[in-house]
């Protein structure tokens, strides 16, 4: 999906207030009513607060959508990006935003830059696009509407993975540098390097195969599995420190603990997953590799410690329900009806911000953006 970080330009404080307004709007509304946006902006005069709807609508940072009941607005994944840009903008842990370098089916990366000019990752998640027809399907969505939104869903993933990544970094494991979260994303350090499954020979191979194992292990005695651990998710330093430091982990929102019920199956499924990437693709077998119940031993609890620093067992529940029912519900076209702000603008009433994520990738030459200040 497009990044558009064009609007950080001209959008003026009133119209950041009202977008703020229809993001606090929507923790309780799926569509928030435009009365209820006028209410909790607090800007005076109605013609105002148009206006502002007006600039955000055409920006697609907002949408408006008609249901059966009433006329409301609901923030887009562009308004979102938008709040979550600022934020790192006004503590400086962002200045400008660059090339996109990666695209996943529930994330998009970016490289940005802080004032010093240090690069950074900018990872955003996008999670549980949830169709409004499933939700009128189904009752339980209507109930629990929290678990059902896309907002909430990628909050929680990157709230998780930040989570994740600060607490093995600060125990000396080799994964980003976590920098700052606000929302839907992370910024983390820039690894210099390349996803392991564009390595096709290695001069060691054995080496590389133990540490990456050492790293299961290790995780597993302080009381994580990865469960994604594979050669996507593996990035081989450009200029190794030394053998046992090749490679950094990346991508830990499906992380879990050592505790769960399915604990083993993962455990083994991330070594075989090396196992096989080692035979496939560097031709190289060996008959030594971790079992759960031999090496798996618990030592330490990184899983309790993030638990402690706001990652709750409570919200590590909610998350896999949410997760895994999205994933059920799958994505289908959206039946509601969705209208342009500015009339007669046939151009920008297609730009639905969740259908247009395919093709927009590697050509982010042009994005080069200040946010504004
Ligand atoms: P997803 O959840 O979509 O798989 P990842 O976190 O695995 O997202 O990132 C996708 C791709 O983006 C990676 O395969 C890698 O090429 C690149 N990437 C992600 N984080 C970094 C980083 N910190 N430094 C360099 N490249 C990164
Ligand atoms: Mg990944």
Known sequence: MKLNTAAMRYLSNDDFRVLTATEMGSK?????????????????????VGNCISELAKANLIARVKNAKYDGY????????YLAIKAFSNRRTVYSVGNQIGVGKESDIFVVANEKGRKCVLKIHRLGRISFRSVKNNRDYLR???????????????????????????????VPEPIDNSRHCIIMSL????????LSSHEDPSALYSS?????????????????????????????????????????PQCVSLDHVDAERYFKRDVDCIRRFFEKKLGYVSEDYPIFQRDAKRVASLD?????????????????????????????????????????????????DEEDNEGENEDGADREDEPQE
């Open 212 to 252: 990456l194992m050492s790293f299961i292990v290790r995780l597993a005695n302080h009381g994580l599995i990865h469960c994604d651990f594979n050669e996507f998710n593996i990035m081989i330093l450009d200029e190794p420190k030394s053998e046992d430091e090749q490679f950094v982990v990346i991508d830990f």
């Open 74 to 81: 609901r923030l887009t994944y562009g308004g979102y990006d």
């Open 304 to 352: 309790i410690d993030v638990q402690a620093s706001g990652f709750s067992k409570k919200l590590v529940k909610e998350f896999e329900k949410a997760i895994s029912e999205s994933r059920e519900k799958g994505e289908d076209a959206t039946d509601h009806e969705e209208i342009g702000e500015h009339h007669g603008d046939k151009e920008d009433e297609e730009e639905d």
């Open 28 to 48: 309780n509304h799926e569509i928030v009513p435009t009365t209820l946006i006028v209410q909790i902006a607090g800007l005076r005069g109605g013609a105002g």
């Open 144 to 174: 629990n509407r929290q678990s059902a939104s896309w907002m909430y869903l990628s909050r929680l993933a990157a709230q998780k993975e930040f989570a994740f990544m600060k607490a093995l970094y600060e125990n000396g494991f080799p």
């Open 191 to 198: 690894i210099p390097g390349f996803p392991m499954r564009q």
